[in-house]
């Protein structure tokens, strides 16, 4: 069976737990159904026939599947949705769940950027418990983390030519998506943390490592926090990006990228900060696990000269954003222990999590620095 929309696999990124569900389906549904009449039928009833949580129910918000029908001009009417819920214990400092249904109403109709159409969005939290947003589900398929795709799964099993198919449009489709006019993304600007998008991406994520880190320092992110600041870029170009830039956050169906998902990470931090996300990640998903890359897959050389041509940009400043990548999927990781700490399902005095993942290694590697334990995930760098 096809995945759809936000219909992800069990875990996402190496060694991540999924948020649980504890939802009463039923009484969501009762409550739901108003809402619907008025958003999709005119104010006529709107039966929901199913509704249900998905198998991996996302790391940083709640997300139901639901199907319904009604009546429009004596025809019946069938629709299969998403619903994005947001949640009282968020992993990401300074959390704004608004800024996703602003994104996908900005990004909609942009030329060849396939994005789920939004059908509505709810601040009142008292009609479900949670405000949210209601969107398009849509058919395909999304390359694993873990397992990484490298290893198995339908990218595994395509052909060289299947797959040299689908990692082109998946670059394309990212490459267009950094044509947006900031103007309709100006709600993510952060002025407190800085003047430029770059330096707000940054100073963001030191204040965040000190929020998820609650008091205790880590001697590579002290480095790194201080040997970012030190390099900064002072003329990096201000803006969108998308931020979890990744074939993991993306639809597939006919070796075509049909559907560009997942808005947490989103800032003005730049195009090109996105590339280097996108070349860490994809590097993470074969050599941090021991795998080749697979045969049709583009190599980072190829993934920049593309990305460049379809954007119109130069990868400036990568090999900082790179490191700047690094830096901020450790923050993230310890944005999730400290989570899963106040939840419970971590022990309080864990610290194994936070402190020995393969973005911490990546950091030491790459600045010289002696890594948490004997490097387990090795940065060989790029291949350009």
């Known amino acids: 069976m096809a995945e759809t929309a936000e219909q992800k696999t069990e875990t996402r990124g190496p060694g991540i737990p999924l948020r649980g569900h504890e939802r009463d389906l039923a009484a969501t549904q009762q409550q739901l159904q108003p809402w619907l009449s008025a958003k999709l039928a005119a104010g006529a009833p709107v039966i929901i026939t199913e509704l249900r949580a998905p198998a991996g129910n996302g790391v940083a918000n709640e997300t139901l599947m639901l199907e319904a029908q009604w009546a429009e001009n004596g025809a019946e009417r069938r629709g299969r949705f998403v619903l994005r819920l947001d949640t009282p214990d968020a992993m990401y400092m300074d959390f704004r769940f608004e800024d996703h249904p602003r994104t996908l109403q900005a990004l909609a109709g942009l030329p060849g950027v396939p994005v789920p159409k939004l059908y509505g969005y709810e601040p009142d939290a008292g009609i479900i418990g949670r405000a949210f947003y209601l969107m398009e589900r849509i058919d395909g398929q999304v390359p694993a983390d873990v397992p990484?795709?490298?290893?198995?799964?339908f990218v595994f099993d395509a052909t060289p030519q299947q797959r040299h198919a689908m990692w082109s449009d998946a670059v394309r489709v990212m490459s267009r998506l950094h044509r947006v006019d900031r103007a309709?993304?100006?709600?993510?600007?952060?002025?407190?943390?800085?003047?430029?998008g770059l330096e707000q991406l940054?100073?963001?994520?030191i204040a965040s490592y000190r929020w998820a880190a609650q008091g205790r320092e880590q001697a590579i992110l002290e480095t790194a926090a201080q040997w970012l600041l030190d390099h900064l870029p002072q003329d990096h170009p201000t803006a969108f990006a998308w931020g979890d830039a990744r074939v993991g956050n993306m639809i597939f169906r006919d070796e075509r990228c049909v559907a560009v998902l997942d808005w947490d990470l989103m800032s003005l931090?730049?195009?090109?900060?996105?590339?280097g996300w996108w070349l860490l990640m994809d590097h993470a998903n074969s050599v941090a696990f021991g795998l080749q890359r697979l045969p049709g897959l583009g190599n980072a050389a190829e993934t920049i000269a593309l990305w460049e041509e379809?954007?119109?940009?130069?990868?400036?400043?990568?090999?900082?954003l790179i490191v700047l990548a690094a830096f901020r999927m450790t923050v993230n990781i310890m944005g999730l222990a400290r989570l899963l700490k106040g939840q419970g399902r971590l022990p309080a005095d864990s610290r194994e999590l936070e402190e020995d993942n393969f973005g911490t290694h990546y950091l030491a590697q790459m600045l010289g620095l002696t890594p948490p334990t004997p490097s387990k995930f090795v940065w060989s760098g790029l291949s350009r």
């Open 184 to 196: 309709r993304v100006a709600f993510l600007d952060r002025p407190q943390y800085g003047d430029s």
């Open 269 to 275: 931090g730049g195009a090109v900060s996105d590339l």
């Open 202 to 205: 940054l100073r963001y994520y």
């Open 310 to 320: 379809g954007s119109g940009l130069k990868a400036r400043d990568l090999d900082y």
């Open 148 to 153: 990484p795709y490298n290893a198995t799964g």
